[in-house]
């Protein structure tokens, strides 16, 4: 069962930096994922850790609030047939050294901190990550 869905994605700094954007914009594109908002900001880092509060405990949370603050990001909502999923598997797995071939961070990925993207994991976080971002 397909249905049309939408979901978060984010370019990260370390490929806003490299000038990946048009890149990362023409994979969604070509796979059937229309970009319905978009949005080049920059976040504080006390936006970066409500953003990612469910990583709160991790060891990795300061570090990653402070690196999605670092620098600009592009926010966009993405829609197509089952958006949350595909998006997901353009992606690639967190670590781009075991991301498969032709995913977006085993192309781009520098490594598991600067992996170029995020994208919602389910329907339910892409809803709070869209009013997040893009308050309706
Ligand atoms: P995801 O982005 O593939 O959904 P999550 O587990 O939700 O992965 O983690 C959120 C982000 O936190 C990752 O994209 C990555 O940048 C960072 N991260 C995850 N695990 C680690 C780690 O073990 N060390 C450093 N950063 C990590
Ligand atoms: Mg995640």
Redesign the pocket.
Known sequence: MSKVEQTLSIIKPDAVERNLIEEIKSIFLKNNLIIKEDKKIQITKEEAAEF?KI?QS?P?YD??CSYLSSGPIVVMVLEGENAVSKNRKL?G??DPKNADENTIRKLYGIS??K?SV??S?SIENAKQEINFFFKS
């Open positions: 990612y990583h991790k990795f570090a990653l992606m797995a967190t598991i901190d992996n995020h994208g994991d």
